[in-house]
C-alpha cells in the first residue's frame, strides 16, 4: 500500500512539474508573440506615419508646381546662383594662371610651358570628362536645345550626367582663357533648359512641360549678364521658329528673377555699393553722336562681308574634320588628345612673345570688351598715355605694344582671330560661340571709330565734339553677332549689357542694317548651319527654305488612297504635317482637307476597302 501511494505521490509531482513547465512556456510562448505583435504594430504604425509624410509632402510639391509662378521664380534663382558660382571659380583658375604666369617673369621658357600646357591640359580634361560621362555634352547645345523645344524627343541631352559633365566641362573650357576664345551663353542656355526639364518633372500637363523649357531658354541669357529683355528676345529669336504668346510673361518673369539675382550676387561678392551694368561705360550723354555719323554706323555691309567669311569658314572647318580620315580617325578615338593638341597650338600662337604680342592675348576676354568699349580715344592717350589710370594704362600697353600702332595691332587682331576661331570651334568640348563673335564685332567697330577719330581729331562742326569709339565698338559688336545669328537682340544686349542707353538708335540701325543684307541671300545662320550639319530636324522659315513654294496642293502631292484612309481612322489628330523628301516642313493638312480628299477620290478609296 505504501509502496502504491508513494508511487501516486510520484506521479502527482510529475504532474504537477509538466502542468508548471507547459504553463511557463505558454506564458512564454505569448509573452514572444505578443512582443513580436507589438513591434510589427510599431513598424506598420511607423511606415503608415512615413507613407502619410511621404503623400503631404508630394502634396504640398504638387500645390507649389501647379502654382507655376513660384516655379518659374525659383528657375531664375537656381540658374542664376549656378551662373555667378560658375564665374567666380573660372575667375580664380584665370587669376592662378596669371599670377603664376607673372611669377615666371625673366624666363621665356617656363612662361611658355606655363602659357601652353595650363589651356591644353584643361580642354582634355573637359573633353574627357564631357564624354566619359555623357558625350551629348560636347558643343553649344543651343541647336539641340531648340530641336528639344520643337518637340523631338532627346532625352539623353536632358540628363543629368549631361547636366554636370556640360557644366565641368564648360568651367574648365572657360578657364582656358582667350587662348581658345571660347564663351559661355550657348552651354549654359542648354544648361538652363536642362534644369527645367527637371523642374516640369513636378507638372502633369504637357503644356506645362513646354512652357518651362521655353522659360528656361530665356532664363539662360538672363542669367549670364542679367539682361532680362535681351533673353527674353533670345528665346524668341533664336530658340523657335513659332513663339506662344503666352509663354511672353512667364519669360519675363523668371527672367528678371535670374537677372535681380546674378546682380545681387554680383554686389554682395565685390566691393560694389549697388547693381552696376556688367561692363560698366561711361559714354557721354550731352552729345553722344552727330547727325551725320549714323551713316557711319549704318555701314553693316563690311559686318555682313565679315559674317559671310566666318560662317564660310566655320562650315567648311566643320566639313573638314569630319571628312578628313586621319582627323576623323583621332576624333573618333582620341577626343582628349585631339583638344590638347589643337589647343596647345592656339596658345602657341597666342604666346606673348610670338604672335600674341599683335593681338593683346593678356587680356581676358572681359578685359578685351572692356578695353574696346571705352569711350576715350586712343589717338588722344597716345598723346599723353602717363596720365592714365592703372586699369586703362595697362589695356593700352596691350593695344598699343612698342614699335607697332594701335591700328596695326586692331588690324592682326581682326585678321588673326577669324582663324583662330574657327580652329576653336573644332574642338569637341563644351563651349559658347557667341561672346567670341561679340567681341570680335567690338574690335571691327573700335577700327572703325579709331579711324574716324583720327581723321577728325581736331572735333566736329563748331561744337568741337570729339568722336566716341567706343561707341563704334558697341555697335560693331552688335551688328556682327546680329549677322552671325541672324537676330535683333545682340542689339538690346549691348545696351543692357553697358547700360547705355544713349547709342540705341545706332546700335539698332547697325544690327537692322547687317541683318537685312546677312539675310538677302536666304543663307543659313550660325545655329541654322550647326543644325544641318549635325542633321537636326529644325523648321526654318517656309520662304527662305522654299522660295517658290507657296502652297502645295493634297491632289499634287505623293499619298496613297490606303495611307490617306489610314490617317482618317486610326489618328485622332487635327492637324498632319506634310515634308517632302527632306526634313522640311512646308506646311500642315488638317482633317477635313483629307475627308475633301478622300470624298473626291471615294471610287479609289472603296477599292482599297474591298483589297
Same mark, same amino acid.
Given at each position: ?15 504537477? +512539474? ?5 504553463? +511557463?512556456? /505558454?506564458? @512564454?510562448?505569448?509573452? *514572444? ?38 516655379? %518659374? ?32 617673369? !625673366? ?48 532625352? /539623353?541631352?536632358? *540628363? ?22 571660347? !564663351? ?10 536642362? +534644369? ?69 550676387? *554680383? ?18 550723354? /550731352?552729345?553722344?553722336? &552727330? ?53 596647345? @597650338? ?5 604666346? %606673348? ?26 589717338? #588722344? ?15 593700352? &600697353? ?6 607697332? #600702332? ?25 563651349? !559658347? %560661340? ?19 577719330? %583720327? ?5 566736329? #562742326? ?21 549677322? +552671325? ?22 546700335? @539698332? ?18 545655329? /541654322? ?12 522659315? @517656309? ?69
Amino acid at each position: 500500500m505504501n509502496v502504491h501511494g508513494n508511487h501516486g505521490k510520484n506521479r502527482g509531482h510529475e504532474s504537477e +512539474v509538466r502542468w508548471i513547465i507547459s504553463s +511557463v512556456i /505558454d506564458d @512564454l510562448t505569448l509573452s *514572444s508573440l505578443n512582443a513580436v505583435n507589438s513591434y510589427l504594430s510599431s513598424v506598420i504604425y511607423v511606415l503608415f506615419i512615413w507613407a502619410e509624410c511621404v503623400l503631404y509632402v508630394k502634396k504640398v510639391l504638387v500645390f507649389f508646381a501647379s502654382m507655376e509662378w513660384y516655379c %518659374y521664380a525659383l528657375l531664375g534663382i537656381i540658374t542664376a546662383l549656378m551662373s555667378f558660382f560658375m564665374d567666380m571659380t573660372v575667375a580664380k583658375l584665370l587669376n592662378a594662371h596669371q599670377w603664376l604666369y607673372r611669377c615666371l617673369k !625673366g624666363h621665356h621658357l617656363l612662361q611658355f610651358l606655363c602659357w601652353t600646357l595650363y589651356p591644353a591640359c584643361l580642354c582634355a580634361l573637359s573633353t574627357s570628362f564631357a564624354h566619359s560621362i555623357c558625350p551629348f555634352s560636347a558643343g553649344s547645345g543651343v541647336p539641340e536645345a531648340r530641336a528639344i523645344l520643337l518637340g523631338m524627343d532627346m532625352p /539623353d541631352y536632358l *540628363s543629368l550626367s549631361n547636366l554636370f559633365a556640360k557644366l565641368f566641362g564648360l568651367i574648365c573650357t572657360l578657364a582656358s582663357g582667350s587662348t581658345v576664345f571660347l !564663351g559661355k551663353v550657348g552651354p549654359f542656355v542648354h544648361l538652363s533648359v536642362m +534644369v527645367g526639364a527637371f523642374m516640369s518633372r513636378l507638372h502633369v500637363s504637357c503644356r506645362a512641360k513646354g512652357e518651362m523649357l521655353v522659360v528656361a531658354s530665356a532664363v539662360g541669357v538672363a542669367s549670364c549678364f542679367g539682361a532680362p529683355v535681351s533673353g527674353v528676345l533670345f528665346s524668341i529669336e533664336v530658340m523657335g521658329t513659332h513663339y506662344s504668346v503666352r509663354n511672353y510673361c512667364p519669360c519675363f518673369f523668371a527672367a528678371a528673377c535670374g537677372a535681380i539675382t546674378f546682380r545681387l550676387l *554680383s554686389v554682395c561678392s565685390t566691393d560694389q555699393e549697388t547693381i552696376q551694368a556688367l561692363f560698366k561705360t561711361s559714354f557721354s550723354s /550731352d552729345l553722344p553722336y &552727330q547727325p551725320f555719323e549714323i551713316f557711319i554706323f549704318g555701314l553693316g555691309l563690311c559686318y555682313y562681308i565679315l559674317s559671310c567669311i566666318y560662317l564660310f569658314c566655320h562650315r567648311w572647318a566643320l566639313r573638314f574634320v569630319k571628312t578628313n580620315k586621319p582627323i576623323s580617325r583621332l576624333l573618333a578615338t582620341e577626343k582628349s588628345l585631339y583638344s590638347a593638341i589643337v589647343a596647345f @597650338l592656339l596658345a602657341c600662337f597666342t604666346f %606673348y612673345h610670338s604672335a600674341g604680342h599683335f593681338i593683346a592675348s593678356e587680356l581676358t576676354m572681359k578685359q578685351l570688351l572692356t578695353s574696346l568699349l571705352d569711350d576715350t580715344s586712343w589717338y #588722344s592717350v597716345s598723346q599723353n598715355a602717363s596720365a592714365l589710370p592703372e586699369p586703362q594704362k595697362t589695356f593700352w &600697353q596691350a593695344w598699343n605694344p612698342p614699335g607697332k #600702332s594701335y591700328f596695326q595691332t586692331l588690324g592682326f587682331f581682326i585678321t588673326a582671330k577669324v582663324g583662330l576661331l574657327v580652329v576653336a570651334c573644332t574642338l569637341p568640348l563644351p563651349a !559658347g %560661340y557667341f561672346m567670341p563673335v561679340f567681341v570680335y564685332g567690338a574690335a571691327v567697330g573700335r577700327l572703325v571709330g579709331e579711324g574716324s577719330a %583720327y581723321f577728325l581729331s581736331d572735333g566736329i #562742326s563748331s561744337a568741337k565734339s570729339l568722336i566716341n569709339p567706343g561707341g563704334y565698338a558697341l555697335a560693331g559688336a552688335a551688328a556682327f553677332s546680329g549677322a +552671325v545669328t541672324h537676330t535683333l537682340s545682340p542689339a538690346l544686349l549691348a545696351l543692357e549689357m553697358t547700360g547705355q542707353c544713349s547709342h540705341a538708335v545706332p546700335a @539698332l540701325v547697325a544690327t537692322l542694317v547687317s541683318n537685312a543684307v546677312a539675310r538677302a541671300k536666304h543663307r543659313p545662320s550660325f545655329y /541654322d548651319g550647326i543644325s544641318l550639319i549635325k542633321k537636326l530636324p529644325h523648321l526654318p522659315s @517656309l520662304i527662305r527654305a522654299c522660295p517658290n513654294t507657296m502652297m502645295v496642293l493634297l491632289n499634287e502631292m505623293s499619298l496613297s488612297q490606303s495611307d490617306s484612309l489610314r490617317l482618317w481612322l486610326y489618328h485622332v489628330f487635327y492637324f498632319f504635317p506634310c515634308l517632302p523628301d527632306s526634313p522640311t516642313l512646308l506646311g500642315t493638312i488638317n482633317k477635313s482637307q483629307l475627308r475633301e480628299h478622300l470624298h473626291q477620290h471615294r471610287n479609289e478609296v472603296i477599292e482599297v476597302i474591298m483589297c
